[in-house]
């Protein structure tokens, strides 16, 4: 969507982008999971920087990237252009558990 001609003809109007604070791409681990198939734009988010400047911050949000898709999603989306700040909160979830079962009628 962001993609569109008609987000692109908003973000063509100072009038939009003066009140916009910043770009928010959430479940960013799909530009790789869904990026090079399924959902092929999502690798094309970093177009949206020529529109915005610098003065607009991307915020990216997952938490299910390895390193490796943190490569993957550094460089699609163009955080190497620019200030760029992460944090990573590590994997450990204690909310969540696994639980592995025998098919009985595979």
Known sequence: MVLSERF???LL???F???LQL???DEVHLVKDWGEDFRIKYKEIHRLRSFT???IPFFACTATASTSTFKIIWFDLGFGRR???G???GVERPNLSYVVSK???P
Do not use: T, Y
Request: cysteine-free; glycine content about 4%; charged content about 30%.
């Open 103 to 105: 098919v009985a009628n």
């Open 8 to 10: 692109r003809s908003l």
């Open 87 to 89: 944090v990573d909160v």
């Open 13 to 15: 109007d100072a009038s």
């Open 53 to 55: 400047g610098i003065e």
């Open 17 to 19: 982008r003066e009140k």
């Open 83 to 85: 200030p760029f700040w």
């Open 23 to 25: 770009l928010a791409v």
